[in-house]
């Protein structure tokens, strides 16, 4: 028998992590730009702590396509890396400077916002490039210098004399197979989707604006037009802010930046913000549920330290709030993991259930705010509130202090005020609570207006998933039960006293109660005559309760 060790060379690594480290090649963008956003934050942060003397400035990020030299460029007026910098750096696979950074400053650093952190990222840049050029002056007073790889294991390092500022460009020579990356409307879509929200302006070409008129200008005057930078990204979203610094039309603004193609206003926002146990903004939208609503493409997006990473955010928002709209921004969701094992993870799931939280709180509060108002969109919340109560316990519990119960004649209670207000004249000999609710006021009309004129009330419970949050309402509730305005238990109800005489004597409505159960003639179904003047329904059919729900 041998034993010995297999022998990992980096040759034998390269072309993997060329090949699978990530599979969708068009990352390498977003890869290249975290570092350069990187490499200026750092910059940023040593200049605040007196690490660097020089003012910060505005430094910014600048793509650059040249489709003859077929290359593309990715500038950045950073912090830069000195010769022994890049050896150390970027010649060692999977050593993440940005990781040191964060150790080395880690008291001061920590909310810098820095986004690295696993050292493989630059490399992806060998997905779409057949050479890599890195030209890079640190803002340590030492020479410039340019890194040249082809791919393979070798490179050569050399003093770049013609670079004189600070900072780092990275030139990439696009193979022959990924000239898509040297279309401008390709790197402008790329930057759209993974660079929107990035914290250092990034600009790409330039576009014409159109100067103001100077104040007393001539009538006749021509407005002047100027080239100006184009910055493709907001440096400082919304979420990105603290709630007091946000209007109500600030947040509306960022949900159509978020979604431009979205016109409908949101309806409510929460705005999510916590640093302990783990990390975590964001700004959920309740969406306006329309017709165009577009549930497939405007999904809720994830970000890490406002990177796009994603759309897929299952297991990590819970399943009911999938229909809301909006951010979450957490550097601490694992990424480039298997769904299975986010699901299981223990961060994620607390990240899940203090999303539920916040919601839940938050809709206890804009209920107690505005009660009129969140009446009035009831109707477009109720499928994700209803949704979170059947499937969630914890929101379930936190329910009764804002699911509302419409009745069909347009009130809205609480559980509460059901209880106080209607239970007193809807209970059955046994002593239980017994809610009348309709499916569909058109169809149901005849019998919600016979209990009506009874004094009884109707709730109006019409989601899909009606059936599934009356089963949880009756295994959580104590002596409830649900009965269809339709089912046969309204028979059962303790009569008011006040009840208005019927026009018809018992010997009367007994033979008129034979007449119809003969025409019926289904013995599923029983009649009852009708002790009300009520000219619409002077009797009713009606069936048992079990025995409509086993048909549903
Ligand atoms: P990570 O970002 O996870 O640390 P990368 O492979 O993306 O790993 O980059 C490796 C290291 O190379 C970075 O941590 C940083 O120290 C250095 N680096 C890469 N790009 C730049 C840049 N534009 N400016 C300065 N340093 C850079
Ligand atoms: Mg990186």
């Known amino acids: 028998m041998t034993k010995g060790n297999i022998n990992v060379s980096v040759e034998n690594i390269f072309p993997l992590i060329k090949k699978f480290l990530y599979s969708d090649h068009e990352i390498f963008l977003r890869e290249l730009i975290s570092n350069a956003t990187d490499a200026t934050l750092k910059l940023k942060h040593l200049t605040s702590i007196g690490e660097i003397k020089t003012d910060y400035g505005q430094p910014k990020i600048e793509v650059k396509i040249d489709k003859e030299a077929k290359t593309l460029r990715i500038i950045d007026q950073g912090i830069g890396m000195t010769a022994e910098e890049v050896e150390k750096y970027i010649n060692q696979v999977a050593f993440s400077g940005a990781e040191e950074f964060l150790e080395k400053y880690k008291d001061s650093a920590k909310d810098s916002g820095i986004i690295g952190h696993f050292g493989l990222g630059f490399y992806s840049a060998f997905m779409v490039a057949e050479k890599v050029e890195i030209v890079t002056k640190s803002y340590k007073e030492e020479p410039a210098v340019r890194w040249i790889c082809d791919g393979s294991p070798q490179f050569t390092l050399e003093e770049a004399t013609d670079k004189t500022d600070r900072g780092t460009e990275i030139i990439l020579h696009i193979a022959d197979d990924s000239t ?33 008129l100077p104040e007393g200008a001539a009538e006749d005057a021509k407005p002047e037009t100027v080239e100006v930078d184009n910055i493709i990204n907001n440096p400082t979203p919304a979420w990105t802010k603290a709630p007091s610094e946000l209007s109500d039309a600030d947040y509306k603004e960022f949900y159509h930046e978020l979604y431009p193609m979205q016109f409908e206003e949101p309806l409510f926002n929460i705005h999510l913000n916590v640093d302990y146990p783990f990390n975590l903004t964001g700004i ?21 330290n406002q990177v796009y990473v994603t759309d897929e955010v299952k297991g990590i928002v819970p399943d009911f709030l999938m229909l809301l709209r909006g951010v979450i921004d957490s550097p601490d969701i694992p ?71 419409p009745t069909t004649d347009g009130k809205y209670y609480l559980w509460s005020e059901l209880e106080e207000k209607v239970k007193p004249m809807q209970t059955d000999k046994d002593g239980n609570f017994v809610i009348l609710y309709a499916t569909n006021a058109d169809e149901q009309h ?35 039960s649900f009965a269809r305005v339709d089912a046969d238990h309204i028979n059962n109800l303790i009569k008011k006293e006040d009840a208005a005489i019927s026009k018809l004597n018992e010997t009367e409505k007994e033979s008129l109660k034979k ?3 003969e025409a019926v003639n289904d013995k599923k179904f029983s009649v009852q005559v009708e002790d009300l ?6 009797f009713l059919i009606t069936q048992p309760e079990f025995m409509r729900r086993m048909k549903d």
Do not use: C
């Open 533 to 538: 003047d009520s000219s619409e329904a002077p």
């Open 335 to 405: 990424l480039n993991v298997s769904r299975s094992y986010l699901q299981a993870d223990g961060a994620v799931k607390k990240i899940s259930s203090y999303i539920t939280k916040k919601v839940a709180d938050k809709m206890v509060s804009l209920f107690n705010e505005n009660r009129e108002d969140y009446e009035k969109k009831w109707n477009d919340i109720k499928i994700v509130i209803e949704y979170g109560m059947i499937s969630e316990d914890k929101f379930f519990d936190k329910s009764d202090k804002f699911a509302l119960y």
């Open 446 to 480: 005849g019998y919600i207006q016979s209990a009506n004129d009874k004094g009884y009330e109707v709730l109006l419970l019409d989601s899909p998933i009606v059936p599934h949050l009356i089963q949880k309402l009756e295994q959580s509730k104590d002596k409830i």
């Open 515 to 517: 007449n119809i159960e």
């Open 284 to 304: 959920l939208y309740f969406p306006k549920l329309t017709n165009g609503l577009n549930i497939e493409k405007d999904k809720i997006q994830l970000y890490q």
């Open 180 to 212: 898509e990356f040297l279309e401008e409307s390709r790197i402008r879509e790329l930057l759209l989707k993974y660079n929107k929200f990035m914290p250092v302006p990034i600009k790409f070409g330039t576009r014409k604006e159109t100067l103001p």
